[in-house]
Structure formats: C-alpha cells, structure tokens
T-cell receptor, first 113, second 116 residues
Framework: DQQVKQNSPSLSVQEGRISILNCDYTNSMFDYFLWYKKYPAEGPTFLISISSIKDKNEDGRFTVFLNKSAKHLSLHIVPSQPGDSAVYFCAVNYGGSQGNLIFGKGTKLSVKP | SQTIHQWPATLVQPVGSPLSLECTVE??????LYWYRQAAGRGLQLLFYSIGIDQISSEVPQNLSASRPQDRQFILSSKKLLLSDSGFYLC???????????????FGSGTRLTVV
C-alpha cells in the first residue's frame, strides 16, 4: 500500500498562474517532507522541504504547506513559468539512521506560455 | 564540493545479459548511498541502500544486487537481465545519519536501461 500518494499524474497550468501540486501521506509519524523536481533524463533535484513542526515554508516562488491533521502536503508555485515544467515528486522521511525517503509517483507539471 | 557520478547514461542490453552500473561520490566521506529505479508510469522505488562498505540492505526482492567495495563507490549488478528490469536507475547519496535532514538526497543523473 502506498504510504505517499500523488493522485494527480499530470497538471497543466497557464504561464503566470498558480500551480498547486498535492500529496497525501498515511503515517502521522513522518516528520520531514520534501519536494523534488525532475527533468527528463536527469536525476531529481531537491526543491523545498518542511518539518512537521511547521505548517508553511516559503522559498521564492515556491511555498510548501503542511496540514498534519489531514496528512496532506501541497506545493504552490506562483507565478508559474514554462521552465517549471517537470515531474514533481513528494517525499517523506521515515527516519532511521539511514534516513530513507519514500517517494510518491510524481505529478507531471506542464506550464504553457 | 560534493559531486556524484553515475554511468553510463544510457544502456541497451539483451535479455539474459549481465549488468553493471557504477556510481561514485566525491567530496565526502562515509556517505549513505542508494539505488532507486523509476519504471515507466511509476514513482521512485528504493532498491538498495548502504550505510558503509559491504553493508547493503535490500528493500525489495528482485533480480538485482548491489555492492559497495569502497567507501564512495556503489555498484548495481545483475547476472541475467529480465525485460522487467528496464527503467531509469538513479544513484543517490546523503550525509550519514542526516538523510532525514532538510535536503534529503543528492541524486546522480541516472542511467536509462532498456532490456530488449
């Protein structure tokens, strides 16, 4: 059973508008949440993260919101740019000394000019 | 600064042939190392992780194996490839004991493996 779910496989947004990518998780013990961005034929790159002690973290055009009661995480990109077109993976850290991450299946964002 | 190298970038192999993918990390010591696979239409699946030389843990049973002969070298292997082994393979590293930190992992550029 998936512990991290990204229910929208794709999202299309007009340039300049807001992109909202969603992620749900099952385990309330997860304490660190991350978003990665991946272009085709490249490895994912870290984008932004949030600790479970916070409900919002902002970095430029990117903001991550955490709703612990709903076990829901979202990434807002505003304004969206064509260069933001990529696959976005939500990931949670399930702890241990190795700090393994569990990834969602990803959402492919297309920002149209 | 730390860098991670992964090769080859693309590989086409016949069914039943062996596989060896290599990953090396520079600029850090005793990293945690990981192999992930992204299969078509699926997310990133953790295959193996290692917290030290010759210390390998497997997350899923499969046709693949991993080895860590040196501190900053991680190798993914198979004796006989299956069609289902096709996918995009990613190596990653994290600071030992700090994978849960704010930056998670640093990924290599990946290997696109096609088994024909």
């Amino acid at each position: 059973d998936q512990q991290v779910k990204q229910n929208s496989p794709s999202l299309s947004v007009q340039e300049g508008r807001i992109s909202i990518l969603n992620c749900d998780y099952t385990n309330s013990m997860f304490d660190y949440f991350l978003w990665y961005k991946k272009y085709p034929a490249e490895g994912p790159t870290f984008l932004i993260s949030i600790s479970s002690i916070k409900d919002k973290n902002e970095d430029g055009r990117f903001t991550v919101f955490l709703n612990k009661s709903a076990k829901h995480l979202s990434l807002h990109i505003v304004p969206s740019q064509p260069g933001d077109s990529a696959v976005y993976f939500c990931a949670v850290n399930y702890g241990g000394s190795q700090g393994n991450l569990i990834f969602g299946k990803g959402t492919k964002l297309s920002v149209k000019p | 600064s730390q860098t991670i190298h992964q090769w080859p970038a693309t590989l086409v192999q016949p069914v039943g042939s062996p596989l060896s993918l290599e990953c090396t990390v520079e600029g850090t010591s005793n990293p945690n190392l990981y192999w992930y696979r992204q299969a078509a239409g699926r997310g990133l699946q953790l295959l193996f992780y290692s917290i030290g030389i010759d210390q390998i843990s497997s997350e899923v049973p499969q046709n693949l194996s991993a080895s860590r002969p040196q501190d900053r070298q991680f190798i993914l292997s198979s004796k006989k490839l299956l069609l289902s082994d096709s996918g995009f393979y990613l190596c990653a590293w994290s600071v030992a004991g700090q994978g849960r930190g704010s930056y998670g992992y640093t990924f290599g550029s990946g290997t696109r493996l096609t088994v024909v």
